[in-house]
């Protein structure tokens, strides 16, 4: 799905998230052992005549007439933007050669609308009590709030879990680095545990959206585990891969979990070293906590280009890019690494 299609979806699943007008519609018509068809309008149904029959309401939208209306055998067409509605009862005639693995004729007819008129179909199962999504070529079941706050516990579980393995292995990292102890491995075992927590954390996206203002308290607890971890993460590219920061992002988000678990393959994309070689950061992550512009940044890795060079560097030597502020900013160098030696969290 292309990224103007998916932020499509995305709004049209802020629509059926608990607590919104039309999601109250199709849990009532679950708990009332109905069926129904609900099809969101778009210039092709017209265009390609994909429904016939029924008759034309062109109504304000409201909760109870939605239900009324499906209490008919047809399908109901909606307004994109969900204000009105427009037909009931309606007959849907799409293409009967598009694939579709569904059974029944309301999932058939829905799936096979979504695909022709690139709209969003709703099939409600009276016999299954479910609730199926489609859009384009996508599919999806509706899960219930109870479903998904589960699996956001879970998620978020994994979630704390890894974050304090990634904080171990940063402080391990920061050691090292100043101490020029620092191996491919370490490298590795970082941005492995980074990457993971990325992947996760974009696979629980959806359900945020699915369970629209139920979940904002877990929301904030997301938000709060995953802070900085991929801003950590680039900066770590930065300093150690000789890729761009671009090229490196596409190879890791091409990765699957279980590429992920083996280290070499990472070592082997993203550094271009064996994992027991030793390498130096250039000094991005460590000068990024400096109160400096990143202009200056890239100055001073430019000249000194390792972390040991700058960490190294006298007054004379930081002058011409620094200008007055070389003794302050000395100062916060040795202080920050002192800080980091003592163990102290970064």
Do not use: W
């Amino acid at each position: 799905m292309s990224e103007e299609k998916e932020k499509i979806f995305i709004d049209y699943l802020k629509k059926v998230s608990p607590g919104t007008p039309l999601r109250t519609v199709i849990d009532d018509i679950l708990r009332s052992g109905l069926g129904a068809l609900i099809i969101f309008h778009s210039p092709k149904l017209e265009e390609q005549k994909v429904y016939e029959g029924g008759f034309r309401v062109n109504c304000r939208f409201t909760s109870q007439k939605l239900f009324e209306l499906c209490k008919m055998d047809g399908a109901i067409i909606l307004s994109s933007d969900l204000k009105r509605i427009l037909y009931a009862n309606v007959l849907m005639t799409p293409d009967n050669t598009i694939h579709t693995n569904e059974t029944g004729t309301r999932h058939k007819a829905a799936e096979r609308t979504a695909k022709q008129a690139e709209t969003f179909a709703i099939a409600v199962s009276e016999r299954k009590k479910k609730t199926t999504l489609y859009f384009c070529q996508s599919k999806t079941f509706l899960k219930s709030s109870d479903e998904l706050l589960r699996d956001l516990y879970s998620t978020l579980q994994i979630l704390e879990k890894q974050r304090e393995i990634l904080n171990d292995l940063m402080n391990k990292l920061n050691v090292l680095e100043v101490s020029e102890l620092t191996s491919t491995n370490d490298v590795c075992r970082v941005i492995q545990r980074s990457e993971m927590m990325l992947k996760i954390a974009e696979t629980t996206k959806r359900n945020f959206i699915e369970l629209g203002n139920e979940g904002n308290i877990l929301n904030m607890r997301y938000r709060e585990l995953l802070k900085g971890v991929e801003k950590q993460e680039e900066e770590i590219i930065r300093d150690y891969s000789k890729i761009t920061l671009k090229r490196v992002k596409t190879l890791l988000s091409n990765i699957t979990f279980n590429g992920l678990l083996d280290i070499e393959t990472i070592s082997r994309l993203v550094l271009e070293k064996d994992l027991d070689e030793e390498i130096a950061p250039r000094g991005y992550r460590f000068l990024s906590h400096l109160p400096i512009s990143e202009k200056e940044v890239h100055q001073i890795v430019a000249k000194f280009e390792n972390l040991n060079k700058i960490l190294t560097a006298d007054s004379q030597d930081l002058e011409q890019i620094l200008k007055n502020r070389t003794s302050s900013i000395k100062e916060e160098l040795n202080s920050f690494r002192e800080q980091i030696l003592a163990g102290k969290i970064v």
